[in-house]
């Protein structure tokens, strides 16, 4: 596979061998993945080359990788780039064809561009200095094949747009039985009375590896189990606290939904638990 590196002047993008014709960039081509990095150590990252194996597998991309060729690169890519906090950006394309058609092309190898980018650090969850979201709520006008992590996203750039152009900062996403599926680019939890639920893994989200530690965090750790099931658009406006995760966001609370507010308007008392939880797991990493 060729790699194409970029950050911490570890090989010069242009001595990197990737062409225009790079199917990622014109077709879509492409899994992509974002790994979280903490005190210079990725989180959950099996959990990440099992959903970027799942995603090859998904589009018929033959990369055969072992989990210490991936452990290796993201051990690189950390040691070059300073270590500390950060995300890792893995992008695998078709490859670069000189022939612009649809059809998968032969004698053609996997590119890989893999690079570094800033995350937040993270805090200690605090009720009062917690950053809190705010959401529109839209039809999911994306398609049929969203548990892969392509990097076609022009649905979830166009959603997640629209909620910026209502004055919000994420869009959450209801399918058209008005049932609840993700964020554009986080998956989504709605608690009421105590109890925590979120959308079943399906065709309509991608299965994120916060959601997945979440869950998980919850079962060893909290008072009751998340409910994985359908969540309606009646339960999430009449939900005490919203909260979306991803690995670079980590687990943020939502106050308003649509320009009013969830449950007391107020980041919430579940959500602090939870996130008490979720930042001692990181640091225990
Ligand atoms: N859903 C979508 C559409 C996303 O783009 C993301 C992350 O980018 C997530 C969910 C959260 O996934 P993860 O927790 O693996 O970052």
Redesign the pocket.
């Known amino acids: 596979m060729n790699i194409v590196f970029l950050n911490g002047n570890y090989m010069p993008i242009q001595e990197a061998k990737i062409s225009p014709l790079d199917r990622g960039f014109l077709f879509g081509d492409g899994i992509y993945e974002?790994i979280?990095v903490y005190s210079d150590i990725t989180v959950a990252l099996m959990?990440?080359i099992n959903?970027m194996n799942d995603g090859f597998k998904a589009i018929g991309l033959k990369v055969n990788w072992s989990e210490n060729q991936w452990e290796a690169l993201c051990k690189k890519l950390i040691e070059k780039n300073g270590g500390g906090t950060l995300g890792i950006y893995l992008q695998v394309s078709r490859g670069a064809d000189t022939n612009r058609a649809h059809g998968f092309p032969s004698n053609v190898e996997p590119t890989m561009f893999a690079m570094t980018f800033a995350i937040p650090i993270p805090k200690t969850p605090n009720l009062e200095t917690a950053k809190s979201f705010a959401l529109k709520s839209i039809e999911d006008l994306r398609w049929k094949r969203?548990q892969i992590?392509s990097t076609a996203?022009l649905g979830?750039v166009l959603h997640f747009q629209e909620s910026h152009d209502a004055g919000a900062q994420e869009a959450l996403l209801y399918n058209n039985k008005q049932q609840l599926t993700?964020?554009?680019?986080?998956?989504v939890f709605v608690i009421k009375n105590g109890v925590i639920a979120t959308p079943l893994i399906s065709n309509q989200?991608?299965?994120?590896?916060?959601?997945?530690?979440v869950i998980d965090i919850v079962a060893n750790y909290g008072t009751s189990a998340v409910e994985e099931r359908i969540v309606t658009m009646k339960e999430v406006n009449d939900a005490d606290e919203i909260w979306i995760?991803?690995?670079?966001k980590g687990l943020m609370p939502v106050t308003q939904l649509d320009d009013k507010p969830v449950g007391s308007g107020k980041v919430g008392q579940v959500w602090l638990e939870v996130a008490t939880l979720y930042f001692k797991y990181k640091l225990s990493y």
């Open positions: 974002v979280p959990y990440h959903r969203c992590k996203l979830n993700e964020a554009s680019a986080a998956n989200i991608l299965p994120g590896i916060t959601r997945r530690l995760t991803s690995s670079t």
